[in-house]
């Protein structure tokens, strides 16, 4: 609830839009039952006309009959309760105006765009992104149910379910958001210093304790023989700050999301040392992520978003139209970056920083599915760094809060191609992770906090 | 020529030669492409002319007008025109004022006039007046559950300390004779303290409230760059976001102009209630 309503929205009035109507709300509550009875009367008509397709001959049919026994008639030969119950699934969202957040980084593509693009219009959905500062913001938003959904990073409802770093409270994310798409980003200073067994005393930037931009900064360090804990400073910053944290000197880079990396080089105060895909192929990044007891009361509305997202993800797969989308998502609404510079962010033909054009096409990929094996290796990784102690039922807490299952066939109904298995194998740095076996994986690293 | 046209002439010189320092030290560099792959130099927008951060004045005049000849656009839910943004820092601090002078002026009353309650209370006031209301900002967005809400109380509880504390040293200083005479004519409690006392400690009250008033102003800027969604501190953070340095200078000179303002609006309010003994 907001204290104040907005006094310059044009939509706000003092009764409602056609003057019949008290207020807006009683004027939707009509539209909506008007809505319901065409839409139930337009399936009657389907059937009639296909009874009968000459107009003379239904004409001819309802006058010897009489209007109610045809309908009683066509009623027994057609399950027409059945289908405007079918009909009905799809058309009636229990809450129409939702909140949305989000922070202003490419990896929300897909539930940005469905704002400018119409997908939330398309599923009957009025949809209002809140811009917001910063993940803890985030979390707090959607935990105290200020935001219906959220753009929230990977870990993020794993975490929450969990209770770490947070009261416990179960979460659901419905789709992936984005994989790949992160870079380790270096300070321009550190140009000639690429091997990190010397980074000892750097000092980096991260998103947040529960972001897979930690997660694999610690995998990398470890990789190379330092102890992020001890070796190194991670420091959790907002995306949006980064830059300007890397320009003052305040760290020595950062793994961070698009576009702060590109806007570093454009910025010519940082040049990408690596790709997060060249970490891990496939990576997740962020995801769409709701509480559970808020899709238990909207089941509707959440089925609704979820069609809506994974159009808009299907748009975003597809190379052509990343052009388009950059567009969709640069103005000061949504991400307030220049479009050429999420163009090189979304089509990987990017300037690197050191005077190299790169084109790697899947920079960015957009594969909505929350695949369960991407869920557990999270969760080994919490585990491995203590942000989760005892014993975890990897695969249990997986599939209850990553919703695959049901993102595969929400995609089936859509029309959208869904594999049966998630397509990349999951391959971090050249060690394969079998999502069968958590604790064995947990325990072959060397360093750990377990 | 008097004191004041020769402070107006020196005002207006600091001026001049402060803007020709910037307009000198940010002229941008030509093209930088030479030598460079001319790719890779569109890429990195070096075709163009670039300054290297800081934008030029005649750049932030350009925004400033861009801004203030359209200031009440909406493009959507995340980015409407300055004097939206304006309206609604003004809104949150109207309000928190308002509901922090009308804790703070009755409380300050009973302070001023019971040693008893000063005694009491003053332990708590000690503790919780030092403390930053950016500080209360976790606890609040964690119990109240709604981040516009919680910026008011953010506002409330800074805004509060300087006009109890005046209130009540201004109650508790009021003449003695006064207070005497009106018990000589045998006025009531109540005629005593809005006839006797408010009028006496108006100033010191108004000064309380001019302080509050400062701080709010102050305060809602980082409040709003700290939760978002809408007002000045907002529209800071979301150009600081973009690197648009000459929006957030043009906010910068915005916030200043306001908040003096506001300043002189009780500068003003201060001199009408003064009496001389």
């Known amino acids: 609830m907001s204290l104040f309503g907005n006094p310059y929205d044009a939509r706000a009035k003092l009764s409602c839009a056609c003057g019949a109507h008290a207020t807006q709300a009683e004027h939707d509550e009509a539209a909506r039952l008007d809505a319901e009875r065409l839409s139930a009367r337009a399936l009657e008509e389907a059937a009639m006309r296909a009874l009968f397709p000459k107009r003379a001959e239904r004409r001819r049919f309802l006058s010897a009959v009489g209007a109610q026994a045809a309908a009683a008639a066509i009623a027994s030969v057609f399950p027409l309760g059945a289908l405007q119950a079918m009909a009905q699934e799809k058309g009636k969202p229990e809450k129409r105006d939702l909140k949305v957040g989000f922070i202003p980084i490419t990896c929300a593509t897909p539930l940005i765009m469905s704002s400018p693009l119409g997908f939330y219009e398309k599923q009957g959905l009025n949809v209002t992104l809140v811009k917001t500062a910063g993940w803890a913001l985030i979390r707090d938003k959607v935990m105290n149910g200020e935001y219906d959904a959220s753009h929230l990073l990977a870990p993020m409802p794993l975490a929450i379910t969990l209770g770490a770093g947070s009261a416990p409270l179960p979460m659901h994310v419905a789709t992936i958001q984005n994989s790949n798409g992160q870079a380790i980003t270096l300070a321009m200073k550190h140009k000639d210093n690429r091997d990190p067994k010397k980074w000892k005393g750097f000092k980096f930037g991260i998103p947040f304790d529960f972001s897979i931009h930690n997660l694999l900064l610690r995998y990398y360090l470890a990789e190379h023989g330092l102890d992020p804990d001890k070796d190194v400073q991670l420091r959790v910053i907002p995306p949006p700050e980064m830059v300007a944290n890397l320009r003052a000197g305040n760290i020595d880079g950062f793994l961070g999301p698009d576009p702060f990396n590109q806007r570093a080089v454009f910025d010519q105060v940082g040049f990408l040392h690596v790709l997060s895909k060249d970490l891990w192929d496939g990576h997740p990044c962020c995801s769409f992520g709701v509480q559970s007891a808020w899709v238990k009361q909207h089941p509707n509305s959440f089925a609704a978003l979820f069609r809506a997202v994974l159009n808009a993800a299907a748009m975003a797969a597809n190379p052509a139209n990343r052009p388009t989308i950059a567009n969709a998502i640069a103005p000061a609404n949504y991400l307030n970056q220049p479009p050429a510079l999420l163009e090189q962010v979304l089509t990987g033909k990017f300037a690197d920083g050191l005077g190299n054009v790169k084109n790697v096409p899947d920079r960015v990929i957009f594969d909505p599915v929350p695949w369960d094996g991407l869920g557990v290796w999270i969760l080994t990784q919490m585990k491995r760094w203590g942000y989760v102690k005892g014993d975890v039922k990897y695969q249990q807490i997986v599939d209850q809060v990553y919703l695959m299952t049901d993102a595969k066939k929400r995609m089936k109904e859509e029309g959208i191609i869904a594999p049966a298995e998630n397509p990349r194998k999951i391959v971090v740095m050249g060690k394969a992770f079998d999502k069968a076996k958590p604790e064995a994986y947990v325990a072959s690293f060397a360093i750990k906090r377990t | ?277």
């Open chain 2, 1 to 277: 020529m008097g004191t004041r046209a020769k402070s107006a002439v020196l005002s207006a010189l600091i001026a001049l030669v402060l803007a020709l320092a910037w307009h000198i030290g940010t002229l941008p560099k030509g093209p930088q492409a030479a030598g460079v792959d001319p790719e890779y130099a569109k890429l990195m927008g070096l075709d163009k002319p670039k300054g290297d951060g800081l934008p030029t004045l005649a750049e932030v005049g350009a925004t400033a007008w861009k801004q203030v000849s359209d200031p009440f656009y909406d493009a959507g839910s995340n980015d409407k025109g300055i004097g939206i943004q304006l309206a609604y820092s003004l809104g949150r601090v109207g309000l928190g004022f308002v509901l922090a002078a009308l804790v703070a002026i009755p409380l300050g009353f009973v302070i001023g006039l019971s040693p008893v309650a000063h005694g009491a209370l003053n332990p708590f006031i000690q503790v919780l007046k030092p403390i930053s209301p950016l500080a209360w900002m976790p606890l609040a967005l964690y119990t109240i559950k709604d981040s516009t809400t919680s910026s008011i109380f953010v506002i409330f509880i800074c805004s509060i300390w300087p006009m109890l504390i005046n209130t009540a040293h201004g109650v508790a200083s009021v003449r003695r004779d006064w207070l005497n005479v009106a018990r000589t004519l045998e006025a009531g409690t109540v005629r005593t303290a809005f006839q006797v006392i408010l009028p006496a400690a108006a100033p010191t009250i108004l000064t309380g409230m001019r302080i509050s008033m400062g701080i709010a102003w102050l305060v809602i800027v980082a409040a709003e760059m700290l939760v978002g969604n809408l007002g000045v501190g907002y529209f800071v953070w979301n150009e600081w976001n973009n690197l648009s340095l000459s929006n957030v200078i043009f906010a910068i000179a915005l916030i200043g102009v306001v908040g003096m303002l506001l300043d002189l609006a009780f500068g003003w309010a201060q001199r009408a209630v003064t009496y001389a003994e």
